[in-house]
């Protein structure tokens, strides 16, 4: 990814504002905020659930038994 230095970041910022328009880019970053925050909320309880589905269940064997050969 190509770094973006303060003259590049200035012209995408005036090209959002041209695109937007000044009054609704408050709504729009915090819209963004709130997808942003959702997103990670979901991907946390994403990898909560993740935890409990990974570990497989523990299932005891039967006792082993000696056989008649084992016992000479």
């Given amino acids: 990814m190509p770094n ?3 003259p590049e970041l200035i012209i995408v910022l005036l090209i959002f504002v041209l695109l937007f328009g000044a009054k ?3 709504d729009l970053g915090s819209s ?3 997808s942003i925050k959702n997103f990670k909320k979901g ?3 994403g990898r909560a659930n993740e935890g409990d ?3 497989p269940e523990r299932v ?3 006792p082993a038994t000696q056989s008649s ?3 000479q």
């Fill in 69 to 71: 050969r084992d016992l």
């Fill in 24 to 26: 609704k880019l408050p």
């Fill in 43 to 45: 991907v946390g309880e």
């Fill in 60 to 62: 005891d064997a039967p």
């Fill in 32 to 34: 963004v905020g709130r």
């Fill in 53 to 55: 589905e990974d570990a």
């Fill in 4 to 6: 973006l230095g303060g």
